[in-house]
Protein backbone atom coordinates (compact mmCIF):
# COMPACT_ATOMS: atom_id res chain seq x y z
CA UNK A 1 0.00 0.00 0.00
CA UNK A 2 2.59 1.77 0.74
CA UNK A 3 4.19 1.59 -2.43
CA UNK A 4 0.75 2.64 -3.97
CA UNK A 5 0.82 5.82 -2.17
CA UNK A 6 4.14 6.48 -3.30
CA UNK A 7 2.95 6.44 -7.35
CA UNK A 8 -0.33 8.17 -6.97
CA UNK A 9 1.23 11.25 -5.36
CA UNK A 10 3.92 11.08 -7.80
CA UNK A 11 1.46 10.86 -10.84
CA UNK A 12 -1.79 12.31 -9.28
CA UNK A 13 -0.61 14.67 -6.45
CA UNK A 14 -2.48 12.65 -3.65
CA UNK A 15 -4.22 9.00 -3.71
CA UNK A 16 -7.78 10.61 -3.68
CA UNK A 17 -7.41 11.98 -7.35
CA UNK A 18 -5.67 8.68 -8.30
CA UNK A 19 -9.27 6.82 -6.96
CA UNK A 20 -10.91 9.57 -8.88
CA UNK A 21 -9.23 9.12 -12.08
CA UNK A 22 -9.65 5.32 -11.57
CA UNK A 23 -13.39 5.37 -11.11
CA UNK A 24 -13.43 7.19 -14.30
CA UNK A 25 -10.86 4.78 -16.11
CA UNK A 26 -12.52 2.11 -14.73
CA UNK A 27 -16.44 2.96 -16.25
CA UNK A 28 -15.06 3.92 -19.77
CA UNK A 29 -13.08 1.31 -20.25
CA UNK A 30 -16.12 -1.42 -18.76
CA UNK A 31 -16.72 -4.34 -21.33
CA UNK A 32 -18.33 -2.00 -24.18
CA UNK A 33 -22.02 -3.94 -23.93
CA UNK A 34 -22.74 -1.90 -26.84
CA UNK A 35 -21.15 -3.88 -29.63
CA UNK A 36 -24.14 -6.47 -28.97
CA UNK A 37 -26.31 -3.45 -29.09
CA UNK A 38 -28.49 -3.37 -32.29
CA UNK A 39 -28.33 -0.03 -33.49
CA UNK A 40 -31.24 -0.79 -35.41
CA UNK A 41 -33.81 -1.16 -32.38
CA UNK A 42 -32.74 2.19 -30.87
CA UNK A 43 -35.84 4.11 -30.53
CA UNK A 44 -36.81 7.30 -28.30
CA UNK A 45 -38.42 7.06 -24.85
CA UNK A 46 -42.29 8.08 -25.73
CA UNK A 47 -43.13 9.18 -21.86
CA UNK A 48 -40.74 11.54 -22.15
CA UNK A 49 -41.72 15.34 -22.38
CA UNK A 50 -39.95 18.38 -24.61
CA UNK A 51 -38.93 20.90 -22.52
CA UNK A 52 -37.37 22.93 -25.67
CA UNK A 53 -37.25 22.01 -29.24
CA UNK A 54 -34.38 19.10 -29.01
CA UNK A 55 -34.46 19.08 -25.05
CA UNK A 56 -36.43 16.24 -23.51
CA UNK A 57 -36.86 15.09 -19.90
CA UNK A 58 -38.50 12.39 -17.65
CA UNK A 59 -38.19 10.62 -14.64
CA UNK A 60 -36.67 7.12 -14.50
CA UNK A 61 -38.30 5.08 -11.63
CA UNK A 62 -34.76 2.69 -11.45
CA UNK A 63 -31.80 3.83 -13.78
CA UNK A 64 -30.16 0.45 -12.99
CA UNK A 65 -32.92 -1.41 -14.66
CA UNK A 66 -32.88 1.29 -17.88
CA UNK A 67 -31.44 -0.61 -20.72
CA UNK A 68 -30.93 3.12 -23.14
CA UNK A 69 -27.76 4.44 -24.04
CA UNK A 70 -26.36 7.59 -23.53
CA UNK A 71 -23.43 9.91 -24.31
CA UNK A 72 -21.52 12.65 -21.77
CA UNK A 73 -19.41 14.91 -22.10
CA UNK A 74 -16.69 12.67 -20.33
CA UNK A 75 -16.74 9.59 -22.66
CA UNK A 76 -16.09 9.35 -26.14
CA UNK A 77 -18.62 6.31 -26.49
CA UNK A 78 -22.28 6.39 -25.21
CA UNK A 79 -22.50 4.10 -21.63
CA UNK A 80 -25.88 2.48 -20.02
CA UNK A 81 -27.55 5.44 -18.38
CA UNK A 82 -26.90 4.53 -14.78
CA UNK A 83 -22.87 4.59 -15.81
CA UNK A 84 -23.27 7.44 -17.83
CA UNK A 85 -24.87 9.53 -14.56
CA UNK A 86 -22.15 7.93 -12.26
CA UNK A 87 -19.74 9.25 -14.32
CA UNK A 88 -21.21 12.72 -14.64
CA UNK A 89 -21.33 12.44 -10.69
CA UNK A 90 -17.89 11.93 -10.58
CA UNK A 91 -16.62 14.16 -12.77
CA UNK A 92 -18.76 17.04 -11.52
CA UNK A 93 -18.79 16.64 -7.89
CA UNK A 94 -15.81 14.63 -7.02
CA UNK A 95 -13.11 15.56 -9.77
CA UNK A 96 -14.22 19.49 -10.47
CA UNK A 97 -15.66 20.54 -6.85
CA UNK A 98 -13.30 17.98 -4.88
CA UNK A 99 -16.59 16.26 -3.01
CA UNK A 100 -13.89 13.28 -2.32
CA UNK A 101 -16.39 11.92 0.09
CA UNK A 102 -18.96 10.81 -2.48
CA UNK A 103 -15.98 8.23 -4.14
CA UNK A 104 -17.45 5.71 -1.14
CA UNK A 105 -20.88 6.84 -2.02
CA UNK A 106 -21.13 6.74 -5.68
CA UNK A 107 -23.69 3.65 -5.88
CA UNK A 108 -26.13 5.68 -4.53
CA UNK A 109 -26.10 7.38 -8.41
CA UNK A 110 -26.07 4.10 -9.91
CA UNK A 111 -29.58 2.99 -9.17
CA UNK A 112 -33.44 4.40 -8.08
CA UNK A 113 -35.04 6.80 -9.35
CA UNK A 114 -33.43 9.73 -10.91
CA UNK A 115 -34.75 12.68 -13.43
CA UNK A 116 -32.54 13.20 -16.62
CA UNK A 117 -32.73 15.87 -19.30
CA UNK A 118 -31.34 14.99 -22.63
CA UNK A 119 -30.80 16.21 -25.92
CA UNK A 120 -31.04 14.65 -29.38
CA UNK A 121 -28.43 15.96 -31.65
CA UNK A 122 -28.30 14.79 -35.47
CA UNK A 123 -25.03 13.32 -35.63
CA UNK A 124 -25.16 10.49 -32.54
CA UNK A 125 -27.54 7.85 -32.82
CA UNK A 126 -28.31 8.65 -29.04
CA UNK A 127 -28.90 11.34 -26.92
CA UNK A 128 -26.54 13.29 -24.13
CA UNK A 129 -27.52 14.02 -20.88
CA UNK A 130 -27.42 17.58 -20.02
CA UNK A 131 -28.45 17.07 -16.34
CA UNK A 132 -29.56 14.33 -13.84
CA UNK A 133 -30.83 14.41 -9.96
CA UNK A 134 -31.32 11.73 -7.47
CA UNK A 135 -34.70 11.39 -6.16
CA UNK A 136 -35.11 9.67 -2.97
CA UNK A 137 -38.23 8.69 -1.64
CA UNK A 138 -39.26 8.21 2.22
CA UNK A 139 -39.09 4.55 2.50
CA UNK A 140 -35.28 5.71 2.80
CA UNK A 141 -34.92 8.35 4.09
CA UNK A 142 -32.55 7.30 6.79
CA UNK A 143 -30.38 8.01 3.53
CA UNK A 144 -31.48 11.90 2.96
CA UNK A 145 -28.94 14.20 3.01
CA UNK A 146 -31.24 16.86 3.97
CA UNK A 147 -31.66 15.81 7.46
CA UNK A 148 -28.15 14.93 7.82
CA UNK A 149 -26.43 17.07 10.41
CA UNK A 150 -23.63 18.46 8.49
CA UNK A 151 -26.63 20.24 7.00
CA UNK A 152 -28.42 21.52 9.83
CA UNK A 153 -27.24 24.64 12.02
CA UNK A 154 -29.10 26.21 14.77
CA UNK A 155 -28.17 29.61 13.80
CA UNK A 156 -29.52 29.21 10.62
CA UNK A 157 -32.70 31.90 10.48
CA UNK A 158 -35.69 30.18 8.86
CA UNK A 159 -37.43 31.97 5.63
CA UNK A 160 -41.01 32.09 6.86
CA UNK A 161 -42.52 33.78 3.60
CA UNK A 162 -46.78 33.66 3.24
CA UNK A 163 -46.11 32.19 0.00
CA UNK A 164 -44.30 29.27 1.06
CA UNK A 165 -46.20 28.38 4.05
CA UNK A 166 -49.32 28.45 1.80
CA UNK A 167 -48.08 26.18 -1.15
CA UNK A 168 -47.26 23.92 2.05
CA UNK A 169 -50.38 24.04 3.44
CA UNK A 170 -52.49 21.18 1.61
CA UNK A 171 -49.89 18.61 2.23
CA UNK A 172 -49.55 18.76 5.69
CA UNK A 173 -52.10 18.45 9.04
CA UNK A 174 -51.10 21.88 10.08
CA UNK A 175 -53.89 23.94 8.75
CA UNK A 176 -53.43 26.67 8.45
CA UNK A 177 -49.89 27.49 8.43
CA UNK A 178 -48.59 30.27 10.01
CA UNK A 179 -45.71 31.89 11.05
CA UNK A 180 -46.71 32.10 14.78
CA UNK A 181 -46.47 28.12 14.59
CA UNK A 182 -43.01 28.64 13.87
CA UNK A 183 -41.46 31.47 15.63
CA UNK A 184 -39.61 30.40 18.06
CA UNK A 185 -38.36 27.08 16.12
CA UNK A 186 -35.01 26.34 15.02
CA UNK A 187 -34.37 25.73 11.16
CA UNK A 188 -34.18 21.88 11.51
CA UNK A 189 -37.38 21.43 13.98
CA UNK A 190 -39.36 23.11 11.56
CA UNK A 191 -37.94 20.73 8.68
CA UNK A 192 -38.90 17.70 11.05
CA UNK A 193 -41.97 18.97 12.15
CA UNK A 194 -43.26 20.13 8.59
CA UNK A 195 -42.01 16.69 7.71
CA UNK A 196 -44.10 14.51 9.83
CA UNK A 197 -47.04 16.56 9.17
CA UNK A 198 -47.03 15.71 6.09
CA UNK A 199 -50.45 13.75 5.70
CA UNK A 200 -48.99 11.26 2.26
CA UNK A 201 -45.29 10.63 2.39
CA UNK A 202 -45.77 9.03 -0.84
CA UNK A 203 -45.84 12.86 -2.27
CA UNK A 204 -42.75 13.67 -1.07
CA UNK A 205 -39.19 12.99 -2.21
CA UNK A 206 -35.96 14.47 -1.94
CA UNK A 207 -34.09 15.77 -4.85
CA UNK A 208 -30.50 16.28 -4.36
CA UNK A 209 -27.19 15.52 -7.26
CA UNK A 210 -28.23 18.11 -9.38
CA UNK A 211 -25.83 18.05 -12.00
CA UNK A 212 -24.97 20.03 -15.04
CA UNK A 213 -23.28 19.04 -17.94
CA UNK A 214 -22.69 20.59 -21.95
CA UNK A 215 -20.66 23.80 -22.85
CA UNK A 216 -20.01 27.03 -20.53
CA UNK A 217 -21.21 29.18 -23.13
CA UNK A 218 -24.30 27.20 -22.17
CA UNK A 219 -24.04 26.48 -18.74
CA UNK A 220 -26.85 28.86 -17.49
CA UNK A 221 -29.10 27.76 -19.88
CA UNK A 222 -29.11 24.15 -19.32
CA UNK A 223 -28.94 24.68 -15.54
CA UNK A 224 -32.15 27.02 -16.23
CA UNK A 225 -34.16 24.25 -18.41
CA UNK A 226 -32.49 21.52 -15.74
CA UNK A 227 -34.15 23.52 -13.02
CA UNK A 228 -37.52 23.97 -15.31
CA UNK A 229 -37.49 20.32 -15.90
CA UNK A 230 -37.32 19.01 -12.72
CA UNK A 231 -39.53 21.42 -10.74
CA UNK A 232 -42.38 20.15 -13.44
CA UNK A 233 -41.31 16.38 -14.04
CA UNK A 234 -42.23 16.25 -9.83
CA UNK A 235 -44.80 18.28 -9.67
CA UNK A 236 -46.41 16.12 -12.60
CA UNK A 237 -45.51 12.95 -10.49
CA UNK A 238 -48.07 14.10 -8.03
CA UNK A 239 -45.29 15.10 -5.26
CA UNK A 240 -46.50 18.21 -3.26
CA UNK A 241 -43.38 18.68 -1.19
CA UNK A 242 -39.67 18.31 -2.27
CA UNK A 243 -36.46 18.46 -0.16
CA UNK A 244 -33.88 19.91 -1.70
CA UNK A 245 -30.54 21.44 -0.74
CA UNK A 246 -29.38 24.20 -2.42
CA UNK A 247 -26.30 26.48 -2.25
CA UNK A 248 -27.27 29.32 -4.88
CA UNK A 249 -29.59 31.39 -3.54
CA UNK A 250 -30.45 32.40 -7.36
CA UNK A 251 -31.92 28.68 -7.34
CA UNK A 252 -34.20 29.49 -4.96
CA UNK A 253 -35.32 32.49 -6.01
CA UNK A 254 -36.20 30.50 -9.88
CA UNK A 255 -37.95 28.12 -7.96
CA UNK A 256 -40.03 31.07 -6.13
CA UNK A 257 -40.70 32.64 -9.21
CA UNK A 258 -42.62 29.23 -11.08
CA UNK A 259 -44.78 29.72 -8.16
CA UNK A 260 -44.89 25.52 -8.18
Known amino acids: YFHIDQL ?5 GCLLK ?7 FELIHKP ?7 SETVSKNTTS ?21 FHTEFSDQPLPLSDAIVLINIATF ?26 YTENNLYPTIISSALIQT ?26 GLLSLTKATSMTPLTRSQFIDKTSDEIENDLFYSILDKTKVCEAIRLTISGSKSKANYHLYLAQKGLAMALKESGRD ?3 AII ?10 AMNL
Open 8 to 12: AIKFF
Open 18 to 24: CSTEFEI
Open 32 to 38: NVLLNHD
Open 49 to 69: TIIDEKYHYELVPDISEDERF
Open 94 to 119: VKEHKWYEMLNHLNISSKGEHFILYQ
Open 138 to 163: TSNKHEWLFFDGFFQNTKWKPNLESD
Open 241 to 243: AVF
Open 247 to 256: EKPAMVLFYK
